[in-house]
């Protein structure tokens, strides 16, 4: 049973779904390619919903919040679910900004499959590589979908050589469009050798024969996808060698094996607006993509029988709290108590429920690998695991990108201090790369997140749940500090006044740390002989010298990239204390610091700029004066996207500046890529300026 077969029964009251009847795919891709419209037809085509909603309406199961309908883009994750082929496919919708990526870090971590939407027209764009590499991290199955295909210079080839040459060439057509740009007229299935025809939003039909002009064009790819499938399964290959028609459940099941082992990223095409291709889309998502029974999560558990991983919290005023979760042992229902390893609470679960984008149903009971929900939880925050007793888990790291651009935040109403700050912290419940703070220095409230919508957003969601209103002030740009060369120094402190004094001598030798995946650490190796310092001051000195890492000598930034190695010292038998010593590590620390050629490191964005074409040479001109490097320019109907590497200190206020220069049409999102030395005239004025504040600060 395949084609056009619209499942709708309801899955309440039923058992659980056994953990080899589900699907957990998580759709990502880079901003506004079409992953919300394509999950709205899926949903459409496999019955859940009567009509296919629009993004422009804002009336997609997914994009629910006001917040999205607004800015017209999805800003969180949204869990939905179907039945397709007697299996249960849910989804996580993702947002492609690279602001709100902190639900799909999450996603990718309870998910077998990810299914990668590409624009048709746009190709491989930087967020489809970078949701491409995470998904490698986690070893998780792909399936691509090149959407858009209706639109002016749409390319299913061009894009499908794109993705074979920046991401993998295994992938491989398991479809073709028929028909191109405003006459894409349906799609060709390569592995049941069949065609569904454009249903221009209503639900697509049955299979139909492929047309007859395309023969050659199919019959070329069908083969390409053939060798690619046997390639991998050696029996499969012999039958195929002797020149025997290969069933299709028989390639279907070599295609199965081999996307669970990473060996093919199968390639299918449609046009999500029209609902045109989901048939063999989700065809291809039941009979492509791994169950939780085939891969399964790497994710501890200990020997719980029941254990639950909560991969997103939803703060809602009205409804509480609410809990999505990955069972990973089970089952599990509302009678279910766990407990939070990180807090030791005990919670009952109440009624486990569905999700579908906003709404909830109560179900009595979720299987292994399946994904719901619990509400009100009381300490539960995204990221635990909770289990039915006590083991010693590790708990699974979501590497949820760092925060790299902050705003001092001021609430309007004297008093409303108390407020802001709770109403905040719930949404950085919500999600995790918003980080509220105070900075050290100048005693402001500071929000960090990865762009400056996703602070905006939360700006408009603090006033619209938590009726507060805030200002926004310029942000300060996170400059680090780091070293060029090795540098040596050697402290001794030493205090004599009267009864007890202080004795601390330590020698330590600094050297550049090279990074590690981008990532700048710090590294303390002991190499003290002879125990010139006894084991337990040791410790004190790596403190001391952390501490003085916080604050950088050149301009009060951290300093990162550092391997101090302690290689002398010496003690008193009676003064020396902890204390002394990590007064000596600071100092010695800071005296080495200065010889080791410090430089001032500052982010440096990618930056992609959507303008008119007229408007191009002023942009990029503009560009330029900020120190920007032009990576490459794409014209696409009227409106041209420029890409360049933009050092964040002189894009801060980009917002005005872009609106002025193209009158309000342009666009833009920038994301962190790396820290990078500052030119020196320009870290000579960075440098004064810290100066000039920790004076002002002193007085
Ligand atoms: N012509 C055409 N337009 C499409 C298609 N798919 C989506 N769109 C439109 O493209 C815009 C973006 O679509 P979304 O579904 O919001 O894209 P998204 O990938 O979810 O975007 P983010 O959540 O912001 O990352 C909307 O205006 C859609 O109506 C398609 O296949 N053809
Ligand atoms: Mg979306």
């Known amino acids: 049973m395949r084609a056009g077969s619209h499942a709708t029964e309801d899955t309440r009251l039923m058992p659980a779904f056994e953990p080899g009847k589900i699907r957990n795919v998580a759709v990502v891709g880079h901003r506004g390619v079409g992953k919300t419209s394509l999950v709205e037809a899926l949903l459409f085509q496999a019955g859940k919903t009567t009509r296919l909603g629009s993004v422009e309406q804002g009336s997609t199961v997914s994009d629910w919040d006001e917040h999205e309908h607004r800015r017209a883009m ?5 869990l939905l679910h179907l039945d397709w082929q007697g299996r249960k496919i849910n989804l996580v919708d993702t947002p492609g900004d690279a602001g709100f990526q902190a639900d799909t870090a999450a996603a990718l971590r309870v998910v077998e499959g990810a299914l990668v939407v590409l624009s048709g027209v746009m190709g491989v764009e930087v967020n489809t590589s970078r949701v491409w590499a995470r998904a490698e991290r986690y070893g998780l199955s792909r399936v691509l979908f090149v959407n858009m295909l209706d639109r002016e210079r749409a390319d299913f080839f061009r894009t499908l050589e794109a993705a074979r040459a920046q991401l ?15 006459e894409m007229r349906g799609v060709v299935d390569l592995l049941h050798m069949c065609a569904y025809l454009d249903p221009s939003g209503g639900r697509e039909t049955g299979p139909q024969p492929i047309p007859e002009d395309m023969a050659d064009l199919v019959q070329e ?6 060798d690619a499938v046997v390639e991998t399964d050696e029996e499969l290959m012999a039958r195929y060698l002797e020149g025997e028609e290969l069933p299709a459940d028989a390639v279907a099941a070599a295609l199965k094996d081999a996307v ?14 029209k609902n045109l291709g989901t048939t063999a889309l989700l065809d291809l998502l039941v009979e492509g993509v791994p169950s939780p029974a085939r891969k399964g999560t790497t994710i501890e558990f200990g020997d719980a029988k029941q254990a639950v991983f909560v991969f997103k919290t939803i703060a809602d005023p009205f409804t509480g709290r609410i809990s999505c979760f990955r069972v990973l042992a089970g089952p599990i229902t509302g009678d279910t108590t766990l407990v939070d390893p ?10 486990v429920l569905l999700v579908q984008g906003k709404d909830t149903e109560p179900v009595d009971a979720l299987g292994v690998g399946d994904l719901g929900a619990v509400a009100k939880l009381k300490d539960v925050v995204t990221g635990d695991v909770l289990v039915d007793h006590e ?10 990108p760092e925060p790299v651009m902050s705003f001092a935040v001021t609430p309007r109403a004297k008093g409303d201090e108390e407020k802001m700050a709770s109403g905040l912290r719930r949404l950085s419940e919500e999600d995790p790369t918003l980080v509220l703070r105070r900075d050290p220095q100048t ?8 762009s400056q919508m996703q602070v905006e957003v939360a700006v408009d969601r603090l006033r619209n749940r938590f009726h507060v209103e805030v200002d926004l002030h310029p942000p300060r740009v996170p400059y680090k500090e780091t070293i060029r060369k090795a540098a040596r120094a050697r402290h ?7 009864g007890r004094g202080q004795f601390g001598d330590c020698e330590l030798v600094l050297e550049p740390l090279p990074a590690t995946d981008g990532e700048m650490g710090y590294e303390f190796v002991d190499e003290i002989v002879g125990g010139v310092i006894s084991q337990g001051f040791r410790p004190a000195v790596d403190k001391g010298v952390r501490e003085a890492m916080e604050h950088g000598e050149l301009a009060g930034a951290p300093v990162q990239g550092v391997r101090v190695r302690l290689v002398d010292g010496m003690e008193h038998s009676v003064d020396s204390s902890e204390m002394a010593f990590k007064i000596a590590g600071s100092m010695a620390f800071k005296e080495a610091y200065q010889k080791a050629d410090p430089v001032l490191l500052e982010p440096i964005m990618q930056l992609e700029v959507t303008v008119p074409d007229e408007s191009v040479g002023a942009v990029n001109g503009d560009l330029n004066a900020r120190r920007g490097r032009l990576q490459g320019m794409e014209p696409r109907g009227g409106m041209t996207t420029i890409r360049a590497e933009v050092p964040m200190a002189e894009i801060l206020t980009y917002s005005q500046a872009l609106t002025s220069m193209t009158g309000g049409r342009g666009d833009y999102t920038m994301s962190f890529l790396r820290y990078e030395e500052v030119p020196p005239h320009v870290a000579q004025k960075v440098i004064e300026q810290a100066r000039r504040e920790r004076e002002e600060a002193k007085v």
């Open 492 to 498: 001794r402190y030493k205090k004599q006044t009267g």
């Open 391 to 400: 083991v010693p888990v590790e708990p699974p790291r979501i590497d949820f």
């Open 74 to 78: 999805s800003l969180s994750g949204s």
């Open 260 to 273: 669970t082992r990473d060996e093919l990223y199968p390639v299918a095409c449609g046009v999500a607006t």
């Open 342 to 351: 990180r807090t030791h609470a005990k919670e009952r679960l109440g009624q």
């Open 221 to 226: 790819h069908r083969e390409r996808l053939l």
């Open 168 to 182: 993998s060439d295994r992938c491989v057509a398991i479809q073709l469009p028929i028909g191109s740009e405003h």
């Open 443 to 450: 005693g402001e409230q500071l929000l960090s997140g990865l």
